[in-house]
């Protein structure tokens, strides 16, 4: 019954690879999120969907491409890895009405390593 | 851009002790928010402020609005062993879909 859940919880790779990190929420919320967690534990939010439309773009590498197939589940793809990718990857999602509240409901996170 | 200074970042605390936490910022929120993570997992909203002044309690979280919009609280009463974690404070920015999150505080309570 999680109520955001994300998949892999663990991601170890070799750089310059290519992988993704899904993210599906059953909360009925329309705008979901891909916060980065780095190692120093500072969050920071990358992309925001809502209702499958794209709205917060943050200064990321291009080598990072959301994709939402639907309001419920938020997809990030990462081409060509590098070692400063290496961080926890949180999605989030947020409740119809109350977008501007912050009330995130945040996954448990994957913890991304690239060697 | 707007930033969220936190303080302090990390406390070891005696188990059984009331302890503090602050949240500054440059510019004037309208929600002030404070989230917990635990190890390996991801933060969880402890309590919401939507009010200059405000005071709300959640158990034994109590957190303030500060008058001047620009500052926040949060107190742990009593600790004890399960208090351990991050506290962030956080609030949106301009753009409604935008949560800025401080760097947060570290607690470590000694049994």
């Known amino acids: 019954d999680t109520a955001v859940s994300q998949t892999p919880k663990y991601l170890v790779t070799q750089m310059g690879n290519d992988k993704s990190i899904k993210c599906e929420q059953n909360?009925?919320?329309?705008?979901m999120y891909w916060y980065k967690q780095d190692s120093k534990k500072f969050l920071k939010i990358m992309f925001s969907?809502?209702?499958?439309?794209?709205?917060i773009n943050e200064t990321v590498p291009n080598r990072f491409s959301p994709k939402s197939p639907d309001k419920a589940h938020l997809n990030l793809h990462i081409n060509s890895l590098e070692l400063g990718d290496s961080a926890v990857y949180f999605c989030?999602?947020?409740?119809?009405?109350?977008?501007?509240?912050?009330?995130?409901?945040f996954g448990e996170g994957s913890r991304l390593t690239v060697l | 851009g707007q930033q969220l200074n936190q303080s302090p970042q990390s406390m070891f605390i005696q188990e059984g002790e009331d302890v503090s936490m602050n949240c500054t910022s440059s510019?004037?929120?309208?929600?002030w928010l404070w989230y917990k993570q635990d190890p390996g997992e991801g933060p969880v909203l402890l309590i919401a402020?939507?009010?200059?002044?405000e005071l709300t309690s959640n158990g034994r979280l109590t957190a303030q609005f500060g008058i001047t919009r620009k500052d926040s609280f949060l107190n742990i009463s009593a600790s004890i062993p399960s208090d351990v974690g991050i506290y962030f404070c956080?609030?949106?920015?301009?753009?409604?879909?935008?949560?800025?999150f401080g760097a947060g505080t570290t607690v470590t309570v000694r049994a």
């Open positions: 510019s004037i929120f309208n929600t």
């Open positions: 969907y809502n209702n499958k439309e794209l709205i």
């Open positions: 989030a999602s947020s409740s119809p009405g109350r977008k501007n509240t912050g009330e995130l409901f």
């Open positions: 402020l939507y009010k200059a002044g």
């Open positions: 956080a609030g949106p920015l301009s753009n409604d879909y935008k949560l800025s």
């Open positions: 909360l009925g919320h329309d705008t």
